[in-house]
């Protein structure tokens, strides 16, 4: 604990989770602990939500900004970790990804891949128009 607490206040806390989050993106993470990782982001994204919510003045979540831009990078840093265990271990059957990219799958889909290939389509079409609209803004 000395050391995280060492870390903060010489001022390399920040840093160091951003060259974390891009190490998740190079080096290949065990299913297990991109299990942790979703867990830790779903968690993450639930107390953000809630202390946004719950907040009386905005200068009582004035590091919104930060939280969201690292949120932001982690499921991103996620997404290219789980999409890489996804295409090389996914021969090995449904499990290899992860727990959580199982359950969350068969949640989606419920057994009926029809149902899954819209569902895809319809994040494509989401992911399309929020690309979109971010680049028309710039």
């Given at each position: 604990?000395?050391?995280?607490?060492?870390?903060?206040?010489?001022?390399?806390?920040?840093?160091?989770?951003?060259?974390?989050?891009?190490?998740?993106?190079?080096?290949?993470?065990?299913?297990?602990?991109l299990d942790i990782f979703f867990t830790f982001?779903?968690?993450?994204?639930?107390?953000?939500?809630?202390?946004?919510?719950?907040?009386?003045?905005?200068?009582?979540?004035?590091?919104?900004?930060?939280?969201?831009?690292?949120?932001?990078?982690?499921?991103?840093?996620?997404?290219?970790?789980?999409?890489?265990?996804?295409?090389?271990?996914?021969?090995?059957?449904?499990?290899?990804?992860?727990?959580?990219?199982?359950?969350?799958?068969?949640?989606?889909?419920?057994?009926?891949?029809?149902?899954?290939?819209?569902?895809?389509?319809?994040?494509?079409?989401?992911?399309?128009?929020?690309?979109?609209?971010?680049?028309?803004?710039?």
């Amino acid at each position: 604990m000395t050391f995280v607490r060492e870390m903060a206040r010489n001022g390399l806390g920040a840093p160091l989770v951003v060259v974390m989050l891009l190490a998740m993106v190079v080096v290949p993470l065990p299913p297990f602990l991109l299990d942790i990782f979703f867990t830790f982001n779903i968690a993450l994204s639930l107390i953000v939500l809630l202390v946004s919510i719950y907040a009386l003045r905005p200068l009582d979540f004035a590091v919104f900004p930060t939280v969201l831009l690292i949120a932001t990078l982690l499921r991103l840093a996620l997404n290219v970790a789980s999409t890489r265990v996804v295409l090389l271990e996914g021969h090995n059957g449904t499990g290899a990804a992860g727990q959580v990219i199982e359950s969350f799958g068969e949640f989606v889909i419920g057994g009926n891949y029809a149902v899954g290939v819209v569902v895809f389509i319809i994040l494509v079409i989401i992911n399309f128009v929020v690309v979109t609209k971010g680049a028309g803004r710039i």
